[in-house]
């Protein structure tokens, strides 16, 4: 009995040709597996009370009577084959994809076979990998003893169980031994600075290149792990959401990156969310930043676009770009295409698919050269599923609201002129005060007399605005003499990602809800955007209004 799935074919002088359609799966207890591990080390139950199966490139999941009548029918030496992998874009003499994977994707040790099975399933492409951190290790770092604890747990098992060899986990070792020594520096000093936080954090992305890189040489498979400094990635030495250096990163990840004539076929394992601060040293020598969180995203799209490729794939653990947060509203359903700019509002304004910077790259990219980079949003855990493709355009005609999201958390000010709101200077001044106080403004309105502005400070730190920052910022005001300041704390920002030139329709059922509902919308901004509408609403109102929209609008 052979296994009816085949490999996908891929055409690359059209990005929308790329691998997005994969095999469709008639049975709905299948799915495509890549945990080719051997069957004594395949696990007896699913978690559901079933049992798993495994063979070549499908699993079944059912109930265990079941599974043992579907044994009896395979053919003995089908049970007992061994995948292998095989090395990917033999017939190619440069990288033509990057392929991003998120720290739920290489979650643990079964987590990276079915990665490698993914890479490893398109022989028409040579790709470059960019992994995050496993789990969500890349991220926390407050408390040094249980992090050291557990991230030394959770890689030590999962090289145990990809079976790496000496060298790598000498390299592995080596590694846990520098955290564990800055973690002893942070406790002694009791001050975990910015810079040390992004040190810390630092140790997930390089802890699961290095593993990833070996599982798949053990496997046969060519690879090379790379800090992303070992390939030039430059940033600001702005720490904990550093900028990158468009112009010096492209310049230094092509060149890193083009291989020569002969030159080795291996697949480059990159860390992503990671960079060097331009100031603080050389590439070798400076101090390590992070790109804030999501980072990786933008560090696959900096690459690809630094290779002038036609595609990048973002695996994550959602079918595509959602029409709103699945944890929020159950119906969301992946939208199938996203311009540029569609998909910078959604991540600006709450969606976590993508890091709000990731499409920056591909902004620099049309801008200087003309070259458009499409990139591509997967799901790992389900490989038949479409995605969502982000290009330059797309056509608008029939489209009317695309996706729904919510920020909640935020703060809304009133700021009213004590003089005329014309008088030259003022919008001058008042930006200036939010600039000398280091707090980031997101959605603005205004009128003659007043300004009506929200704040987000999670773009700049990972907590609210206290009320001593705020206090200090209506003293400011008050100081210049200029306005009288307002603020409502526990605010939420209702953004609608739209065709903002159908807008007389939109809000006409927009507000239609909203009365039905009986929620007020205390400001609302369209600016200059042609694609979000933002209404600003309590935060004991924004999930229904966001659920009560995504029924109007997509069910």
Known sequence: MHCPIQTPTVCLTQAPQLPHVLPALHN?????????????????????????????????????????AEAQQLAPEVIAETSQLRQPGREQQQINVVMKFGGSSVANADR??????????????????????????????????????????????????LRVNEEAEAEMEQLLSELQQLLVGVSIMQDLTMRAKDSLVSFGERLSTRLFAAF????????????????????????????????QSFANIRASLT???????????????????????????????????????????????????????????VDGVLTSDPRLVKSARPVPLLTYDEATELAFFGATVLHPQAMQPAFQQQFHNGHRLAVRVKNSYNRAAAGTLISEARDMHDALMTSIVLKPGITLLDIVSTRMLGQVGFMATVFDIFNSNGISVDVVATSEVSISLTLDPSKMWSRDLVDAELDALVAAFKAKGIARVNYKRAMSCVSLICNVEKTSQILERVFKVLGREGINVKMMSQGASKNNISLIVSDDEGKNAVRSLHKEFFE
């Open 112 to 161: 990276m076979w079915e990665v490698a099975q993914i890479i490893c399933s398109f022989p028409q492409l040579f790709p470059c990998i960019v992994l995050s951190a496993m789990g969500k290790f890349g991220i926390q770092a407050d408390d040094s003893h249980s992090y050291d604890r557990d991230i030394k747990e959770l890689h030590r098992q999962a090289a145990e169980d």
């Open 259 to 317: 291989r020569s004539n002969g030159g080795p076929l291996e697949i480059p394992i990159v860390t992503g969310f990671l960079a060097r601060g331009e100031s603080t040293g050389s590439l070798s020598k400076g101090a390590i930043t992070t790109l804030g969180r999501g980072g990786s995203d933008l560090s696959a799209t900096v690459i690809g676009a630094a290779l002038n490729l036609a595609e990048v794939q973002v695996w994550k653990d």
């Open 216 to 247: 798949l040489r053990k496997e046969g498979v060519a690879a090379r792990q790379y800090d992303a400094w070992d390939l030039g990635m430059v940033s600001s030495d702005d720490f904990g959401n550093a900028d990158v250096r468009y112009e």
């Open 28 to 68: 709905s207890h299948c799915r495509l597996s890549a945990s080719h591990i051997d069957h004594h080390r395949a696990r007896q139950a699913d978690g559901h009370g079933g049992c798993t199966l495994r063979h070549a490139h499908l699993e079944r999941r059912m109930p265990c009577a079941h599974a043992v």
